[in-house]
């Protein structure tokens, strides 16, 4: 079992910035891909982003590139996602999730732990 705990999220005005973390614990040697997805009001959960066990290659959606940056710290056991040039439409619970796999996947189910996830709201 790996845990997951994440962090960082409040309200923010648009064009503003978040950084959220998201802390593993317990069989963590088994966890290869990081990532961040979100799930807004009345929509499914959507990837946002992605991160190998090396840190050698990322993933993003297209809707975050260039704004959002995903980054880990396997010694730490963290991956954080930091929100630039936020807007309204990123507003949304965002969950943290570990893989097994060593490729980057976009899907929920090539995912196998979840955390509760943080609530980001953007105000315009």
């Known amino acids: 079992q790996v845990q997951l705990v994440e962090s960082g999220g409040g309200l923010v005005q648009a064009g503003g910035s978040l950084r959220l973390s998201c802390a593993a614990s317990?069989?963590?040697?088994?966890?290869?891909?990081m990532g961040w997805f979100r799930q807004a009001p009345g929509k499914e959960r959507e990837f946002v982003a992605a991160i190998s066990k090396t840190v050698r290659s990322t993933y993003y959606a297209d809707s975050v590139k260039g704004r959002f940056t995903i980054s880990r710290d396997n010694a730490k056991n963290t991956v954080s996602l930091q929100m630039n040039s936020l807007n309204p439409e990123d507003t949304a619970v965002y969950y943290c999730?570990?893989?097994?796999?060593?490729?980057?996947?976009?899907?929920?189910?090539?995912?196998?732990?979840w955390g509760q996830g943080t609530q980001v709201t953007v105000s315009s």
């Open positions: 317990g069989r963590t040697y088994s966890t290869l891909a």
């Open positions: 999730a570990t893989s097994s796999r060593y490729t980057l996947g976009s899907g929920s189910g090539e995912y196998n732990y």
